[in-house]
């Protein structure tokens, strides 16, 4: 009996059969009517908006299109044998379906060894360049000093100038590494640090990594809308400034703490500058992908007496597996955080 | 057991204080008051520092002084010394920037090029993200999924795949050529371009709207962040505005010059110069990639940062005169 009414009753509670009746004719006899009595407005309006939607669907559809198409394109021509790359007729759907191009990919890009490096370096870096930024970002959002503002300004100065102009003195600075002579004094010599990831800690930590003047904005944006009340109860309650700070404030930021993570993950696992100036002798993805025709190569001709190229067609279908195959960890978090990650993008309320 | 006692303290507390009325309370008075209201503002300023040293102790180590250091560099021979360690400056005086400018055969080529690549980019990238925002805020079925696709380039556009891409665009060219001779050059822009160049004098500005027609892909990927930006400003705008002007009788085309549009215009100025600093040092820039090699390969530091130098100049010329130019004619809401 129960389940009966459930179907024949709407959600307004009203049995739907009745209104079927009313809206197979005469909701359009009434419209009509009422169309006549506004003097064809309501037809014109119905009309225009109708137009409208579809013209926004189709303009919608067609960009998202454009966006997407180079990517499907890549996943059609990553399935393809190598037959079909030289074949005409076969345009997007291959015809031989086969996996070789993943396995010749990953062999190339060693990716049992790359992936796990990628993973835990990106990690590493990205909570580095978390940890700075979330105590620089609440020093700038909670305490009144002298020279705040200044400070303040340094760090847009930092979001804007772009690392590239000075990159060559900061490289040949960590070349020969010193502080005030006291390593030349114990080692006899500057220390080179660029074979390791320290100098790159180092930036991160001191919050002049990859973006990160932008993740001390976004932060320093979300504590000074965090209510003071919180902090106040807190250090009534005869709790320090550190211990308010990690037991309080963090607590209550988790959310864009989240969405500053997975950014600073994401840029890093795609960063192809300073990985190629810092990261030279840790074996990520990135320097592969730098110069995966070289490594193509060096695959075909194994084996063979002297160097054969690629075949131009493989060379593209490889750097397209290759390229989707780094991309999917990354693409993958943010198809699942996605509703997250737009949300606190604009609650953060980007502003300058 | 926990009560007893504090009532025992309560109980005791007032015996005591009363013996040592006179003196002592008076004076940790003064103190306190005096410290405490020193103490509270000096205290937060320190903590202030302690929280905001990683920054600075940063800033000053690899963002100052390599600064300064780059400047010096541009000036002068960089001569590394293998044996010793550490390098020497030689000062040359304007050497640098004239071989980069004059001798070298790539540089002020690029240079211009790119130059006039994101004179040309930077009004497209505004456009089509503010196009965009506005079509993502609108309600309509399907909207989270645009979302996801329009911030897709978010990621996919961010370092080495962007490269990718651009590494394989001798084959992309060899592609398209053979495409266009087999199809005989029938796309339906490229009958419109010959429809539109008709050799006259306004030639080669529609030739710019055609060129940026051919890029809309490079553009469309490359304002993910735009579009983030201008939806923010989008959805600040409250409610009411348009409400009150509808019901004034305000068509939305007027709503949107007469309140969008100013309502959002901070936000054109943040993605201007976002776009300009996003252009500057996107890394498949020619000029960025000419600045590296000559540093990485030939190792001649003085002339990289010259290079790097110059290119700076050009661009934060160009910032200074767009963040004057919008900032005047942004409508301040405070």
Not at chain 1, 26 to 47: D, P
Not at chain 1, 96 to 123: G, H, P, Q, R
Not at chain 2, 47 to 59: A, H, Q, R, T, V
Request: proline letters at 4%; charged letters at 15%.
């Amino acid at each position: 009996m129960i389940k009966k009414k459930h179907k024949a009753v709407d959600h307004r509670g009203n049995p739907i059969k009745d209104i079927q009746k009313d809206t197979l004719g005469q909701t359009i006899t009434k419209f009509f009517q009422r169309n006549e009595a506004s003097g064809g407005y309501l037809l014109k309006k119905r009309m225009g908006s109708w137009i409208y939607s579809i013209l926004r669907i189709v303009l919608v559809i067609g960009l998202a299109f454009l966006i997407l198409q180079p990517l499907l394109n890549k996943i059609s021509l990553s399935f393809m044998a190598e037959k079909d790359l030289y074949d005409i007729t076969v345009i997007t759907v291959p015809r031989n379906f086969s996996v070789e191009n993943y396995k010749i990919a990953s062999t190339i890009l060693n990716l049992d060894v790359t992936m796990w490096n990628t993973i835990w370096v990106s990690f590493l870096i990205s909570v580095a360049q978390l940890l700075s930024c979330t105590l620089v970002a609440y020093g700038f959002a909670r305490f009144k000093f002298p020279f705040q503002k200044f400070w303040f300004f340094c760090v847009i100065i930092v979001i804007v100038v772009p690392p590239q102009i000075f990159v060559s003195s900061l490289y040949l600075q960590f070349r020969f590494f010193d502080i005030f002579g006291i390593f030349s004094a114990i080692f006899g010599s500057p220390l080179n640090l660029n074979n390791s990831m320290i100098p790159y800690i180092m930036l991160c930590l001191g919050g002049m990594g990859l973006k990160q003047g932008l993740y001390i904005f976004i932060l320093r944006q979300i504590f000074k809308g965090l209510p003071k009340e919180l902090e106040e109860a807190a250090y009534i309650d005869g709790c320090g400034t550190f211990k308010t700070f990690a037991r309080i404030m963090l607590p209550n930021a988790t959310n864009a703490l989240i969405l500053c993570f997975l950014l600073a993950f994401v840029f890093t696992w795609t960063d192809g500058f300073y990985a190629r100036i810092f990261l030279g002798s840790v074996d990520i993805l990135p320097k592969y992908m730098n110069s995966i025709t070289d490594y193509l190569t060096e695959y075909v001709s194994m084996g063979q007496a002297f160097k054969t190229k690629a075949s131009p067609a493989l060379n593209e279908a490889i750097s397209a597996t290759s390229m989707l195959i780094g991309i999917a960890p990354v693409a993958i978090v943010y198809f699942v955080l996605q509703r997250g990650f737009v949300k606190s993008m604009s609650q953060s309320g980007i502003k300058m | 057991m926990e009560n007893s006692t504090k009532t025992n303290a309560s109980i005791t507390m007032p015996e005591k204080q009363p013996k040592k009325k006179e003196k002592p309370v008076k004076a940790p008075r003064e103190k306190l008051g005096k410290s405490d209201k020193m103490s509270l503002k000096t205290k937060k300023a320190i903590y202030g520092y302690i929280f905001i040293s990683p920054m600075i102790i940063g800033f000053l180590l690899f963002f100052v002084r390599p600064l300064i250091e780059s400047v010096s560099m541009s000036f002068s021979n960089v001569v590394l010394q293998t044996g010793k360690g550490g390098f020497i400056l030689e000062p040359i005086g304007l050497q640098n920037y004239k071989t980069a400018l004059q001798i070298d055969p790539e540089f002020f080529r690029f240079f211009t090029e790119e130059i006039t690549q994101m004179l040309i980019d930077i009004p497209a990238v505004m456009i089509f993200s503010f196009f965009v925002a506005l079509l993502l805020n609108q309600k309509f079925i399907g909207r989270g999924i645009a979302r996801t696709i329009f911030f897709l380039p978010i990621i996919l556009s961010a370092g080495v795949f962007l490269e990718m891409d651009v590494s394989n665009t001798l084959l992309q060219e060899i592609s398209t050529s053979l495409e266009e001779m087999e199809t005989g050059g029938s796309s339906v822009t490229k009958t419109l371009e010959n429809l539109f160049l008709t050799g006259g004098p306004a030639d080669q500005y529609v030739q710019i709207v055609f060129d940026m027609l051919n890029r809309i892909y490079d553009i469309a990927i490359t304002s993910g962040i735009q579009i983030v930006i201008f939806l923010v400003g989008l959805q600040s705008i409250s409610e009411s505005l348009h409400e009150a002007a509808k019901i004034e009788g305000c068509s939305s085309w007027e709503a949107f010059w007469k309140i969008t549009l100013p309502m959002v215009s901070p936000m054109i100025l943040v993605n201007a110069i976002y776009t300009i600093v996003a252009f500057f040092i996107r890394s498949d820039n020619a000029v960025m990639t000419k600045i590296t090699d000559t540093m990485m390969g030939e190792l001649n530091y003085g002339l990289s940062s010259a290079m790097a130098w110059i290119y700076f100049g050009a661009v934060a010329l160009i910032l200074a005169i767009v963040a004057g130019v919008i900032g005047k004619w942004v409508y301040n809401n405070d």
